[in-house]
């Protein structure tokens, strides 16, 4: 037995990170397999009569050491990767599909979960445990159960060779962010950009490796760097070439192009749906959402487009209009829109993110996000020093209840760096669950890309990053108060469409003074953030919505022209993406630039036909936080039916069942119209 084979011997069992070496891993998932097999065939081969314990049950706890390992490898993989961990990713892959493919294919063990599936009323099962058998038949029907061995092995073929392109897909885009960097050397290319942004692009360039001249600035396509710099640079030209470097990765003819590969991924997706007999790939995944069908998801966001773009439409002529009184622009480009977008809210609302920035330190951030929790659901956050972390920048907390018991263990890694991909994201280390009375907590981590503190300054978030904390934190408690019996039933194991509703909810309250007032102040004064400010925040909350909402629906309108039609007859991406946008653009088409080839949502991720379940979750989320402002932001009342119904209950129950328990009703979508001010 080795490390990464057996339960740890560390505090919470929490991942020995620093004990592990990268040539551990390709063995332990060898092993781990192997014995996850053999608890497998210790089910099949059990003489019993198949019962829901025998046999859905065990096989819901079979494999726990794979995918503790599986979770470890994985997400060091998007947070801490090299180019060897990128090597034993395209190794182990094959090995996990395959093994993933034995049990849903494996005849013996379906017929067993069949017999038991068949008894399902007679059987007197709770709600979770008629939820956990449903979902336990569907995952074999729906992969493969019950088609002929020759399908199956057609499957097995898809699949292997699905996992292995959307590695790639995703190291391309990482290979593409990471190969561009712009180097100023000219002092007067930096007007307009914030002071703490100069300061990171010196830092940056003293630190940059294998460049001849090393003297000026370095700003790359890192958010922290970029959105900066194509918001504030007054150099159009080289906002200009960041936004085209932007929107160019792996959409250039070199060894990191995606373009083939895109095309793969969808027609892999398409061949597979029609293999199980469902029309096309959309058609299979919303059969397990609370969207249903490809018609509902179209209809939802073109109901939604007829509201936005008459709104869009109208902010993009004022915005046009503004660029060209300020400094004579006939056409606003796309590397014009941050730019010119944020000089008119300076003006409209005499506010801005450099304004705002030093209100927002973000260890105060962090720590308001914990008080919110702590008023809403009890809990208390303590940083700990004797739990092993994966980077010395990492974070880590024990989160206790009101009666001292652990929740979870926290993990917060916050800052960009060369083995991390882009964005923000929640993960778990360690899922919950609760057998023979003992729940296990969670592990939960939290991985976003935020301005690192400087020589003088600490980390300051903007306005929009606050929001992003806040987002993913509320992923985190979904997380952290998971308290379900199933692994697979727990924490954010729900509905693609519902799991935006936690975070999407958390960050109502940024736009709240009672909020603001907990976290909101100032890095060297103390002072708390200006009502006045606070007033403008909710003010220009608002501010392009209409835009905002338009951009949002043309990437969910994507994702569906690429999934709920037949994509064989596509062969140019670009030519198809133009014309999938072409109801919701508004800036000119930049040529050299095509989104669809680093859409990792949708292409690596797990989005791929439920990106419109931000827009879907919003409704939920505005209706949700309604009720909150209705009886009190911090009403212990409704922060309990939120817990209880939505936060602890994962996928036990279906998700319109768990909301209408919360809420006493569906969701109106007129909250989120006002809201955006679109109503």
């Known amino acids: 037995m080795t490390l990464l084979t057996q339960k740890f011997n560390t505090k919470y069992d929490t991942a020995p990170f620093s004990q592990i070496k990268m040539d551990d891993y390709k063995p332990a998932f060898i092993a781990n397999i192997a014995a996850a097999k053999a608890e497998i065939d ?3 081969n059990n003489a019993a009569t198949p019962t829901f314990e025998n046999t859905i049950e065990a096989l819901d706890f079979s494999g726990n050491a794979l995918d503790r390992l599986s979770s470890i490898f994985f997400n060091m993989n998007s947070a801490e990767t090299s180019d060897e961990m990128q090597k034993i990713a395209q190794e182990v892959s094959p090995l996990l599909t395959e093994f993933s493919n034995d049990i849903t294919l494996n005849e013996d063990l379906f017929k067993r979960i069949k017999t038991v599936y068949e008894q399902k009323y007679s059987l007197n099962l709770s709600a979770e445990q008629a939820t956990l058998l449903d979902k336990k038949f569907k995952s074999f029907s729906r992969n493969g159960a019950l088609l002929s061995e020759d399908k199956k092995s057609k499957l097995r073929e ?6 292995k392109l959307k590695l790639t897909f995703g190291e391309n885009v990482l290979a593409e ?12 290319d930096l007007a307009g950009l914030p002071e703490g942004t100069i300061e990171a692009a010196k830092t940056l360039g003293s630190q940059s490796i294998g460049m001849t001249n090393k003297e000026g600035w370095i700003f790359t396509l890192d958010y922290p760097s970029y959105i900066p710099f194509v918001t504030y640079a007054d150099n159009r030209e080289l906002r200009k070439e960041m936004a085209i470097a932007a929107g160019k990765k792996a959409f250039q003819d070199n060894e990191f192009d995606n373009k083939a590969i895109t095309l793969k991924i969808a027609k892999l997706r398409f061949e597979r749906a029609n293999l199980l007999g469902y029309e096309t790939h959309s058609h299979f995944v919303l059969e397990e959402r609370m969207a249903q069908n490809p018609d509902k998801v179209k209809s939802f966001l073109n109901d939604l487009l007829a509201k936005a773009r008459p709104a869009a439409q109208k902010e993009f002529a004022e915005l046009t209009a503004f660029a060209k009184e300020l400094d004579g622009i006939d056409q606003l480009e796309k590397w014009d829109g941050a730019y010119y977008s944020e000089k008119l809210k300076q003006k409209l609302f005499n506010l801005d993110d450099e304004k705002l920035k030093p209100y927002f330190q973000l260890e105060n951030v962090l720590n308001g996000a914990f008080t919110i929790a702590g008023k809403l659901f009890g809990l208390t956050f303590t940083e700990v020093f004797d739990i092993d972390k994966y980077h010395e ?6 989160v206790k209840d009101e009666f001292g018991e652990l929740v979870s263990i926290f993990y917060a890694d916050f800052f960009p760096r060369k083995g991390k991909r882009n964005g923000a994201w929640m993960t778990s280390f360690k899922s919950q669950s609760i057998k023979d009375g003992v729940n296990e907590r969670p592990h939960i981590s939290n991985v976003c890309n935020f301005t690192k503190p400087t020589e003088t300054k600490p980390s300051l978030l903007t306005f929009n990053e606050v929001t992003t904390l806040f987002h993913e934190f509320g992923h985190g408690l979904h997380g952290m108060l998971a308290n379900t019996n199933y692994p697979s039933l727990s924490g954010t194991s729900v509905y693609w469409d519902f799991v935006e509703l936690p975070s999407q ?5 940024c736009y709240e003074p009672e909020a603001l007032a907990l976290f909101a102040k100032h890095y060297e004064t103390g002072e708390i953030i200006p009502q006045e400010y606070v007033e403008k925040i909710k003010e220009s909350a608002s501010f392009q919505e209409g835009m905002a909402t338009l ?4 990437f969910g309108l994507l994702d569906m022209a690429f999934h709920s039609n037949n994509p064989t007859a596509i062969n140019d991406i670009k030519a198809f993406e133009k014309a999938t946008f072409e109801g919701t653009t508004l800036y000119p088409d930049v040529a050299e630039n095509c989104m669809s080839v680093s859409f990792s949502h949708i292409f ?6 439920g990106y419109y379940s931000y827009k879907w979750a919003e409704v939920l989320d505005a209706d949700a936080f309604a009720y909150f402002q209705e009886k ?25 069942e768990l909301y209408k328990r919360f809420r006493g009703q569906e969701p109106s979508p007129d909250a989120l119209l006002k809201r955006a001010g679109l109503l």
């Open 42 to 44: 210790a089910i099949i």
């Open 158 to 163: 898809i699949d292997t060779e699905l996992a």
């Open 177 to 188: 962010t990471n190969n561009y960097q712009l180097h100023i050397t000219n002092e007067s």
């Open 393 to 398: 920048e990492v974070m880590i907390y024990e």
């Open 505 to 509: 909810v958390m960050e109502n309250w």
């Open 551 to 554: 951009r949002q629906i043309s």
């Open 604 to 609: 690596q991720g797990g989005y791929s036909s």
């Open 632 to 656: 009190g932001i911090f009403n212990k009342e409704v922060a309990t039916k939120f817990k209880d119904n939505i936060l602890s209950k994962g996928g036990t129950e279906l998700p319109m």
